[in-house]
């Protein structure tokens, strides 16, 4: 790769990388203040709340075989959308159980632009600067996990805004 070409490609796994931490950052006050709404038992809150990891659990050992199936970029990008879709199946779901499915689900497809980030990242950055773009990278990511919070304070629960930018943010990643 030429410096140019790789310069393009750190920028765009790392905002890829901010996107898909806005969506976790999002989603995850976003599943506990509507259940809680619904009147939810904290533990089935709870349940929710783990069901993003299990997605990720389950999905990672078929990634690489999605990967060299379909290509790593076109995974990558259906994982992206798919997931944003499923935020607005959340916004027609009136149902913990089916919620957490649909959790369970979106994050299984998180797990290919999450993974191919990670690997991608690792192929791109050279020795020398390697370490500060992991840590960028990293930042990045749990810089657009803190700002979900703070973003969906402003946009409430109680109107499809925090959906919108959940389904408007992921799918941003796989630009």
Known sequence: LTQRQRNFSLFAIIAASFSI????????????????????????????????????LIAMPAVAHIFSRFGAINAMVFGAIFAGTSFLALAAVNDAATWILVRVIMSMCLAAPWLGGETWINR??????????IALYTVAFFGGVTMGPFILSDLGTTRLDGFFLGALATPLASL
Do not use: M, N, Q
Request: overall charge negative; proline content about 7%; glycine content about 20%.
């Open 124 to 133: 791109v950055a050279d020795d020398e600067i390697g370490g500060r773009v």
């Open 21 to 56: 931490g806005v969506a976790f950052g999002v989603g995850y006050p976003l599943t506990t203040l509507v259940l809680e709404s619904w009147g939810e038992p904290k533990w089935v809150i709870g349940l929710a709340g783990a069901a993003p990891a299990v997605g990720i």
